[in-house]
């Protein structure tokens, strides 16, 4: 053959079929035959000649024919499959009455044309119909019973014996293919004289990528003898303006020259094959070998394809429950080694008194912790300064970018210039890139010998004229200096591994880290402390002395001087109000701080409040405008804390705007928040100033105080974030002025009404309502009977809930269905992942809609630091336990959908 690569032959268009069948092409639009088989004239008395002949000549037809065989092609077209149909032939148009009047066929689209498929039927004389065999054998031998079977191969086996039992070849071989489509007889049934070829892998050359396309295509292919002679398509194409005939779907379809010199090279004459498909892939085959020349007759052939489908989910299935349980073996030892190392006081030191068990678990030699300052080697690994070079020659791509590597040898430049302890297989794994934390795992080589049935073409010979291997024999391959592969399994016991114990290793080890540097911190902080505690203190000045001062300037005044009087007294109470506030602050680190709720209306609060700074405005000719929508809006509030928020922000305006100013305070209600901002013409703030404007401790608290940016805002926003509020500074710079924008939820925290009933997730009760319609909760909670509860509670508001038993499940359950839920509701304290891993993993995923989820905490952390701790891993909002009803319903009402 003038071809070079078995890829470049088209075997679709082969233009001829084999003996035991016969064809013919038809133009469904005017019935006309437009190609048959050279055969055709053999067994039809009245002769069909292309281009000529009617097809509605030959077999008995209504008088809407033509759409009959309209519709028949569109079907087939549509489907891009063949269908079994059939005929009944005119009276005598058989030769010598051979064949049934009624015929079975297959259809299918080529082109523009129906092709239609004819076989020998019982009664047809010949070499070829004595080969058939009855259709009416119980195929129930087919379906052996298979689930009591260890392994795939003993499912190959037992589906290689039923089928050679049903259709009598030689030789029945099951293939599994590997990634690169190398096939492996996993399963074999065969002739006791013959040499069995279970266990020996074929080349994937043996199989070019064009016949794997058909083999999904067309999932059954008989070759009835190798040496008969194949029968030409007609018109031919030289003899014609027609295109080749595709025969992608074809039964009958001839035999390239290349496979049929394959197929005497292996010393067979006949052969079948069903095609193994698993999600529109070749997993495997089935392949049947004859020495004789050997013919499977039709309805047979399509009993195999239907039943094809049935193996290969048996085959599959099989495969997939020997690796799940394997997988969990070696899960369920992981975990009691990170629950060994969780109780450690330094579980990276605490590794090695469990290094053989992790190892042997992980199937590795060696495992380095890589971090931004240091790396961790346990086990048998390279150097520290070999891990560097290793770390810095693989983990990222050629744009920078990090990346997962799984090798089972370094390259041989490495293996020459360093030491690698007898490694050669390497796992790298981005636990969190962007912080620069990865782990490297390592293998020793496994030297292997793979059993070939014959050697595949060497390199040398690509250039030459095509021809198949002649040598079946088989042929051994060492494969050495290599580690065994990485599994899909390795992976997933890699990222479990670091999902479970590297967070809280790494995070332990920052602990320890940082304990020194807190201690010589604490002087500092007792400083800083004092300094807040003035900067408290004399805030509520500015109005008392604002306000003697006007009082002072005209005695006589007597309606200005009872004014003033009032004044200092209401600043005067507000400062004895902030000498316990600063005693509570103490209770705000220590997370001890409660809040008397009642009933408040924020536009009273806050003018309230401004009232008491109105003197000192006009003392600096400071213009203060108030605008207050929603006037009779009221919130579940501590009133006295609502005030010193409004008090410090109106402070730090009137502290630093210059004469002549203006300052705003704006309130508003917007959606479910009651929303408050104060704007100044004052002194504005860097960038720099902004990411640091509300930290406790900021190391430029100096500069900052002269500009109103001490610690007295860090309260408030404790404050806010203890009502369940948020607090943001903007402002376009230095010398541009500055605004603080305050939220509170409408009922952010529960009314202190009498408690009839409690659980340990949600006290007080609440009727039957619709208040959560339209919300999909997915909640992750690890106390079973806390999750019955907030089922049947939040469903009995109008939620779709779905319940997992901690952050792992939730993050599977969420990554295969994000589009089901609309929010998250997380509890904090939960096993294999907590509620702070968990949302971590969400808020840094690939996916957008995944990455944006609202997310609220449920937690018995009551704390403020835990509560800031949640709200800084990415948590939308945050309630503790118990909780009551009307807070949590409240909260959860925040994040109904738009138009709910």
């Excluded at 050359?205 to 083999?215: C, E, H, T």
């Excluded at 020349?293 to 429950?321: A, D, N, W």
């Excluded at 109005?543 to 009087?565: C, F, K, P, Y």
């Excluded at 209306?601 to 003197?615: G, H, I, L």
């Amino acid at each position: 053959m003038n071809i070079n690569k078995c890829e470049d032959e088209k075997i679709h268009l082969i233009e001829s079929v084999q003996s035991f069948g016969y064809l013919l092409a038809v133009d469904p639009v005017s019935c006309q035959v437009k190609v048959t088989s050279e055969n055709l004239s053999d067994i039809l008395a009245t002769p069909v000649l292309p281009g000529q002949s009617c097809f509605t000549e030959i077999v008995e037809m209504p008088d809407n024919g033509q759409e009959i065989l309209s519709s028949l092609y569109e079907q087939a077209r549509s489907t891009d499959r063949r269908h079994s149909y059939e005929w009944t032939f005119k009276n005598k148009i058989y030769k010598d009455g051979e064949w049934h009047q009624l015929v079975n066929s297959v259809i299918y689209a080529s082109g523009e044309l129906l092709v239609v498929e004819l076989e020998p039927s019982p009664v047809l004389a010949g070499s070829v119909s004595s080969k058939w065999t009855p259709t009416d054998t119980d195929i129930r031998p087919l379906l052996p019973s298979l689930f009591d079977l260890p392994t795939v191969e003993a499912v190959a086996d037992k589906i290689a014996s039923a089928m050679r039992e049903f259709i009598g070849f030689d030789r029945v071989v099951v293939y599994k293919f590997d990634k690169d489509y190398a096939g492996e007889v996993i399963g074999e049934d065969c002739h006791e004289d013959l040499v069995p070829f279970k266990g020996l892998k074929f080349p994937a050359s043996d199989i070019p990528s064009q016949a794997r396309a058909l083999y999904v295509k067309n999932m059954v292919r008989c070759v009835y003898d190798t040496d008969e002679t194949p029968v030409k398509l007609i018109p031919s194409l030289s003899e014609s303006e027609r295109s080749p005939l595709d025969l992608s779907l074809s039964m009958i379809r001839g035999v390239s020259t290349v496979h049929l010199q394959y197929m005497r090279n292996m010393g067979i004459r006949a052969s079948f094959s069903v095609s193994l498909i698993y999600e529109n892939k070749l997993w495997g085959m089935i392949a049947c070998h004859h020495r004789e020349p050997k013919y499977v007759e039709q309805r047979r052939r399509l009993i195999c394809e239907s039943l094809s489908q049935v193996f290969t989910y048996q085959m599959h299935g099989k495969s997939i429950e020997v690796k799940r349980n394997s997988y969990q073996t070696r899960q369920q030892h992981l975990n009691r080694i990170i629950n060994t190392l969780t109780n450690k006081s330094n579980p990276l030191d605490g590794i090695k008194e469990v290094q053989t068990a992790l190892l042997n678990t992980m199937r590795v030699c060696g495992v380095a912790v890589v971090t931004p300052n240091s790396h961790y080697l346990i086990g048998r690994t390279p150097s520290f300064e070999t891990v560097s070079h290793l770390f810095h020659n693989y983990a990222k791509d050629s744009n920078g970018e990090s990346k997962t590597t799984a090798l089972t040898r370094i390259s041989d430049d490495i293996i020459a210039n360093f030491k690698l302890n007898g490694v050669r297989g390497l796992f790298i794994s981005p636990v969190s890139s962007r912080h620069g934390y990865y782990t490297m795992w390592f293998r020793e080589p496994v030297d292997t010998t793979i059993r070939w049935a014959g050697k595949a073409a060497s390199e040398s010979d690509v250039n030459k004229s095509l021809t198949p291997r002649d040598s079946f024999d088989t042929y051994i391959e060492s494969v050495v200096d290599q580690s065994k592969d990485w599994s899909t399994d390795d992976t997933l016991l890699i990222e479990s591994f670091e999902q479970l114990f590297i967070p809280y290793a790494l995070g332990m080890k920052s602990s320890l880290d940082s304990q020194v540097a807190k201690l010589e911190e604490l002087d500092k902080a007792k400083d800083q402390f004092l300094a807040s505690i003035s900067h408290e203190l004399r805030t509520p000045l500015n109005s008392i002395m604002g306000w003697t001062d006007l009082a002072l300037m005209d005695t006589s005044n007597h309606e200005r001087l009872v004014e003033a009087l009032n004044v200092v007294k209401r600043a005067s109470s507000t400062q004895a109000d902030l000498i316990n506030d600063i005693l509570d602050m103490s209770r705000i680190i220590s997370g001890t701080m409660k809040l008397s709720v009642q009933s408040v209306s924020v536009s009273e609060a806050v003018q309230d409040v401004a009232k008491q700074f109105e003197a000192g405005f006009a003392a600096k000719n400071i213009k203060l405008s108030g605008y207050y929508q929603d006037e009779h809006t009221t919130i579940l509030a501590d009133k006295v804390r609502i005030k010193q928020v409004v008090h410090n922000l109106l402070s730090n305006a009137l502290k630093f705007t210059p004469k002549g100013g203006c300052v705003t305070i704006s309130g508003a209600r917007e959606h479910s928040n009651y929303k408050l901002f104060v704007r100044d013409t004052g002194k504005g703030l860097s960038e720099e100033q902004q990411a640091h404007v509300f930290e406790r401790f900021y190391q430029g608290r100096a500069s900052h105080n002269k500009q109103g940016l001490g610690l007295g805002l860090s309260i408030v926003k404790s404050i806010v974030e203890m009502h369940g509020g948020d607090i943001w500074v903007s402002s376009d710079g230095e010398g541009m002025g500055t605004t603080f924008y305050v939220t509170i939820p409408i009922a952010p925290v529960a009314s202190p009404l009498p408690k009839t009933q409690s659980t340990d997730v949600v006290e007080g009760s609440a009727a039957h309502s619709d208040r959560l319609s339209g919300l999909r909760i997915l909640v992750a909670e690890d106390e079973e009977d806390a999750r019955k509860f907030l089922r049947l509670f939040l469903e009995s508001h109008g939620a779709q809930i779905t319940l997992a038993k901690n952050g792992l499940v939730a993050w599977r359950i969420l990554n295969e269905t994000p589009r089901a839920f609309n929010l998250l509701l997380s509890d904090i304290g939960m096993p294999e992942l907590d509620g702070i891993g968990y949302i971590t993993k969400i808020r840094g995923s690939e996916h957008k809609e995944i990455r944006e989820f609202n997310a609220v905490a449920l937690t018995a952390y009551a704390y403020t630091a835990d509560r800031v701790k949640a709200l800084k891993a990415g948590f939308s909002n945050y309630v503790s336990k118990p909780v009551d009803a009307e807070e949590l319903l409240t909260v959860l009402e925040m994040y109904k959908p738009e138009g709910e």
